[in-house]
């Protein structure tokens, strides 16, 4: 019988690139061409129409309903011109995934036949059933309604044949089910806490964005390969594979020649994007073999979420038509590095500033510390928080492995800012106000650019960096929605400028001038969250040690971080925010509780279906092999030749060892299940699954990682990683 195995690494090996349709226009022609952008709906809607939702887009307010109808009217036109047939809410519900649900536009015209019809109605409301998306209890039985509405921050597009229109998703009773509703919700709060601090350095100043630049790390395998994996297929990661001789110790793969088949399927992807109006710009290859990564132009926070959901499932449809498929997954591959999204983070005032940015003038520049020091309070105040917003029962396996953030949040200064928050911190207000003026002097406030330009040595290694004029959180899964941490981090920046401007506030009340009162304040700050900033290896055991003596959040256990959510700091902020309320909060951690029970779960039935199916048949059959082997041998040259067998017997047994425990551990690990599903609470169960199930998982993927390297090569049924990795 042919090996499954040798024939799906020959298809792959022998794949040649796909052929690109490349448009004969250039990118500004067909850029957005699928999305109802301004243009679209300034030729599609009647003028005052376009007015009055332009309108109610900029100053944020709700849609007038009599407005609704001629909108649909017009999106509906140019939707079935370009060859929509149904339209859909899209949204963000908590599975991590978008949910979509199809309607025709077609109508009774009451005369036997149909019409394409569409309304305000059904542009701007709709009611999905709750019940089948997680609400971890929220929705009681005899309610199961939930609302999608329309936010028109968030322009509608076209994806096949289909009008997407995006939504929030909040249940009967008005509590978020989602993730658009309270990113909107935390968005707004530092809008409003973020522009009362930055009216003190410039009054007219109205509005404050958010700005998110994602880059989007995913590997690649061949789709045959892929399907000769069902670990990878069902989990998105291999549960067992040893590691391959070579790996990415040669470095030779980053930033390097991007392999002709993945230019291919890169170079779809971003004329599908670019037609979808996501900016995509940059792509390189990563560390690891087969990894990649794309990043867009940054934009505004919500949208460039919705970019990032949207990305994430053009990604897999169009690795498809290139017989690859898209692995989002963290930690796909044991021994390399995993995927990230970093999320770069910045505010930027409507007048143009940029407020991480340092400037030219002392002014500019008080703005760009009172920004930076506001953030790193925040951050150290809800560090364990921010922590819990970027884990998942697949992000644990990134976190503090093979070149990955560690489980712990700290901020990355720079040398450069570290001495000026250092001088700051000893200095006097007289003296650090005088220098401004006074050029030569290195420690003026208005020299921050100058110094700047040297501070470019990127600490890789912290979870949560400064990076010149924005702050970079690295430690977001590639599988994530960013949401959850921006969430968290605008929340927690809202809350913290709330406290700043009181605070100024209170001290000019008590006849203080502005200025000086910023500078107390930032010094109070920079001494209070000290224990945030960390410039030196995350990577070490040295500061794992280091940052729990700093009474840094050390805790490694997904169900136990998540705990931080509801801390009473945590409800406090999130309810003066206004972005989520205490039973939000205790529905969205029952949820991933539960999401994390699941995964665990269907791990372990993958790996333990694999063990006894597919890799202890394999393994007895080469037992049983060598045995012959040994008995013939001892039939040719007498049992008093013992010294001839040694070798193979000790093979046998070390293989029949292998197996056994693999055997046993399969069997402790269904009774440790067993055990864990009869909790009550999601809390305890998914404590049990990572207390009790997930140590026997590394038990048995250690001992097939072994069985890998003894049995012939010829019988062995999976994919290995040499040839996942490597082939392309
Ligand atoms: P690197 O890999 O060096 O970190 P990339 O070019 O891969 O950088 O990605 C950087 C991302 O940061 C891009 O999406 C870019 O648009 C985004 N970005 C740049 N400036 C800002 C900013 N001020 N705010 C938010 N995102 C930004
Ligand atoms: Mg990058």
Redesign the pocket.
């Known amino acids: 019988m042919e090996s499954l195995r040798f024939k799906v690494v020959d298809e792959a090996f022998n794949r040649k690139a796909d052929p690109v349709e490349i448009p004969q226009e250039r990118p500004e022609k067909y850029y957005g061409k699928y999305v109802f952008n301004r243009q679209k709906m300034f030729e599609y809607l009647p003028a005052d129409t376009y007015q009055a939702l332009c309108s109610a887009i900029d100053n944020k307010e709700p849609l007038p309903r009599e407005v609704a109808d001629s909108v649909a009217e017009g999106m509906k036109r140019w939707a079935l011109e370009n060859g929509a047939r149904h339209y859909t809410h899209w949204f963000q519900p908590l599975t991590e995934t978008t949910a979509e649900k199809h309607d025709s536009f077609i109508e009774h015209d009451g005369k036997g036949g149909v019409i394409e019809c569409f309304n305000g109605k059904l542009l701007m409301q709709q009611e999905p059933d709750a019940s089948s998306f997680p609400n971890g209890g929220i929705r009681n039985t005899f309610e199961a309604r939930g609302y999608s509405a329309w936010d028109i921050s968030s322009p509608a597009f076209i994806i096949g044949n289909t009008l997407c229109i995006p939504t929030i998703f909040i249940s009967y009773t008005g509590e978020s089910l989602d993730y658009k509703t309270p990113l909107l919700r935390a968005l707004n709060s530092v809008d409003k806490a973020a522009t009362a601090v930055a009216k003190m350095f410039d009054p007219e100043v109205e509005h404050v964005r958010t ?5 989007q790390e995913y590997f690649l395998v061949d789709e045959s390969l892929y399907s000769a994996r069902p670990d990878l297929m069902l989990t998105g990661r291999t549960l067992m594979g040893h590691e391959s001789a070579k790996n990415q110790q040669l470095e030779d793969h980053y930033f390097g020649a991007i392999p002709s088949r993945v230019e291919a399927f890169m170079l779809d992807l971003e004329i599908e994007c670019h037609k979808l109006g996501i900016p995509a ?2 792509r390189h290859n990563e560390v690891a073999p087969n990894q990649f ?1 794309l ?4 934009e505004e926070a919500n949208l460039a979420n919705d970019h990032n959901q949207l990305i994430m499932s053009v990604m897999a449809e169009v690795a498809r038509r290139h017989h690859f498929r898209v692995l989002l997954h963290e930690k796909p591959f044991a021994g390399i590095n995993g995927s990230g999204k ?1 999320n ?3 505010l930027g005032t409507d007048k143009g500033a ?1 407020l991480f940015a340092p400037g030219r003038s002392h002014t500019d520049n008080l703005r760009f510390l009172t920004f930076t020091v506001n953030v790193m309070a925040a951050v150290h105040r809800h560090n364990a928080l921010l922590k819990a917003s970027i884990m998942s029962a697949t992000n644990a396996h990134r976190l503090g492995a093979n070149e990955a953030p560690p489980a712990i949040i700290s901020i990355f200064m720079g040398s450069q800012i570290a001495g000026i928050l250092e001088r700051i911190e000893h200095s006097t207000n007289a003296e650090l106000t005088n220098l401004a003026s006074r050029k030569e002097l290195e420690l003026n406030l208005s020299q921050i650019p100058e110094i700047m330009r040297d501070n470019t040595d990127r600490n890789r290694t912290s979870p949560f960096a400064f ?1 010149g ?2 702050f ?1 959180f690295r430690a977001v899964g590639s599988s994530a929605n960013c949401g959850a941490a921006m969430i968290a981090l605008n929340a927690a920046v809202a809350e913290q400028l709330i406290l700043f401007k009181k605070a100024i506030d209170e001290r000019m009340a008590a006849g203080m001038s502005q200025n000086d009162a910023i500078l107390e304040e930032i010094r109070a700050l920079i001494k209070a969250s000290k224990a945030i900033h960390f410039d030196g290896n995350g990577y070490s055991d040295e500061w794992k040690e280091e940052a729990a003596r700093r009474g840094l959040d050390c805790e490694t256990s997904v169900p136990l971080i998540f705990d931080a959510y509801q801390r009473k700091s945590s409800v406090e902020m999130f309810r003066t925010t206004g972005v989520f309320s205490e039973v939000e909060l205790a529905a969205r951690n029952e949820v991933k509780w539960e999401m994390y029970t699941k995964k665990v779960q269907i791990e372990a039935r993958v790996l333990g279906d694999l063990a006894i199916n597919h890799v202890i048949p394999v393994a007895t059959q080469y037992q049983s092999i060598l045995l012959d082997n040994v008995l013939k041998m001892r039939q040719v040259f007498g049992d008093d030749r013992k010294d001839l067998t040694a070798s193979v017997t000790d093979s046998i047994e070390k293989l029949t060892q292998h197996i056994n425990v693999i055997r046993e551990e399969v069997a402790a690990m269904v009774d440790d299940r067993r055990v864990a599903n009869r909790l009550e609470s999601e809390r305890e169960k998914a404590l049990a699954y990572h207390d009790s199930v997930v140590p026997h998982m590394d038990t048995i993927r250690y001992h097939i990682d072994k069985l890998e390297l003894m049995v012939d090569n010829e019988m062995w049924p999976l994919p290995k990683y040499r040839e996942l990795l490597f082939i392309r």
């Open positions: 700005y998110l630049g994602w880059e710009k940059t990564e990043a867009p132009i940054f970093h770069n983070w910045s940029l990076t004029n924005r970079e």
